[in-house]
T-cell receptor, first 114, second 115 residues
Framework: KAGVTQTPRYLIKTRGQQVTLSCSPI?????VSWYQQTPGQGLQFLFE???????NKGNFPGRFSGRQFSNSRSEMNVSTLELGDSALYLC?????????????FGPGTRLTVL | AQKVTQAQTEISVVEKEDVTLDCVYE???????LFWYKQPPSGELVFLIR??????QNEISGRYSWNFQKSTSSFNFTITASQVVDSAVYFC????????????FGSGTQLTVLP
């Protein structure tokens, strides 16, 4: 069974630009969550999508947005990039049945903002 | 709000030594979930274990064992007879019922196992 895939793996942008990252969950998984990992702030929850609807959102500015498609693939977008947005962006998928299911993480997209 | 504290930033041990990674959590919720993840240099977070707040049984899986104590709000992780391949960053995390997939992570412990 293929794992969570994220594209692209590496990205370099300049301040003020926008960026879109993509995540394909494990087949059959319907929940996708996004996390930002930086040396200063560590791992922080961005948002979760299930059935094309945002279910939870972390404490990030509105420049960070996302969406989920009917095939459960998800994209996140960051507009007006700032230097502090340089980070590893991790996507995780889970089944969402019952009270809880484990999340499986992808390899991440490393974004560098110059 | 939830909080997870991993006070040990870096630990170095020599191969075959036992090592314990500490995790202390804070939450006002009575139903919550605790996790450990491993992050090797490749960057991908690897799930190791989940515990819910009603299950205080310790668990052993091969060389790994976990000690969950609600009385001290701790969920410690022990690696027995460590190996070089265990070198990684280990994260403890917490989520609460109602937003079970919203993980609050600790700052991580960098474990280096020397040959």
């Amino acid at each position: 069974k293929a794992g969570v895939t994220q594209t692209p793996r590496y990205l370099i942008k300049t301040r003020g630009q926008q960026v879109t990252l993509s995540c394909s969950p494990i087949s059959g998984h319907r929940s996708v969550s996004w996390y930002q990992q930086t040396p200063g702030q560590g791992l922080q929850f961005l948002f979760e999508y299930f059935s094309e609807t945002q279910r939870n959102k972390g404490n990030f500015p509105g420049r960070f947005s996302g969406r989920q498609f009917s095939n459960s693939r998800s994209e996140m977008n960051v507009s007006t990039l700032e230097l502090g947005d340089s980070a590893l962006y991790l996507c995780a998928s889970s089944l969402k049945q019952g009270s809880y299911n484990e999340q499986f993480f992808g390899p991440g997209t490393r974004l560098t903002v110059l | 709000a939830q909080k997870v504290t991993q006070a040990q930033t870096e630990i170095s041990v020599v191969e075959k030594e036992d090592v314990t990674l500490d995790c202390v959590y804070e939450t006002r919720d009575t139903t919550y979930y605790l996790f450990w993840y491993k992050q090797p240099p490749s960057g991908e977070l690897v799930f190791l274990i989940r515990r819910n707040s009603f299950d205080e049984q310790n668990e052993i899986s091969g060389r790994y064992s976990w000690n969950f104590q609600k009385s001290t709000s701790s969920f410690n992780f022990t690696i027995t007879a460590s190996q070089v391949v265990d070198s990684a960053v280990y994260f403890c995390a917490l989520s609460i019922a109602g937003s079970a997939r919203q993980l609050t992570f600790g700052s991580g412990t960098q474990l280096t196992v020397l040959p």
